[in-house]
Nanobody, 116 residues
Framework: QVQLVESGGGLVQAGGSLRLSCSAS????????MGWFRQAPGKERELVAD???????NYADSVKGRFTISRDNFKSTVYLQMNSLKPEDTGVYYC??????????WGKGTLVTVSS
């Protein structure tokens, strides 16, 4: 079994910051891509940011300059530092890790609520 354990979600005021963490446990293979997705009520799930094993970065336009993704390969952990949070950032944030052969593992999601 492989399980992704997320932490760091919660309630924060607009302009504040949160740091999300996601760690893989169990029989974990080498992870190629780690990423964060989010889903707001009534909207489709969207990619927030991801990072490859080689360090390539990808951010949604809506979070560029505010969010930073990073990873620790030895710990099989991905982080999302979220600064200058806006109410529109509210949603359930999901962690996803993809192995070298293309298998995806998803976290259960953690709720981020940004109040005005």
């Amino acid at each position: 079994q492989v399980q992704l354990v997320e932490s760091g979600g919660g309630l924060v005021q607009a302009g504040g910051s949160l740091r999300l963490s996601c760690s893989a446990s169990g029989s974990v293979f080498v992870i190629n891509v780690m990423g964060w997705f989010r889903q707001a009520p009534g909207k489709e799930r969207e990619l927030v940011a991801d990072i490859t094993r080689g360090g390539s970065l990808n951010y949604a336009d809506s979070v560029k300059g505010r969010f930073t993704i990073s990873r620790d390969n030895f710990k099989s952990t991905v982080y999302l530092q979220m600064n200058s949070l806006k109410p529109e950032d509210t949603g359930v944030y999901y962690c996803r890790m993809t192995t070298l052969i293309g298998n995806h593992y998803w976290g259960k999601g953690t709720l981020v609520t940004v109040s005005s």
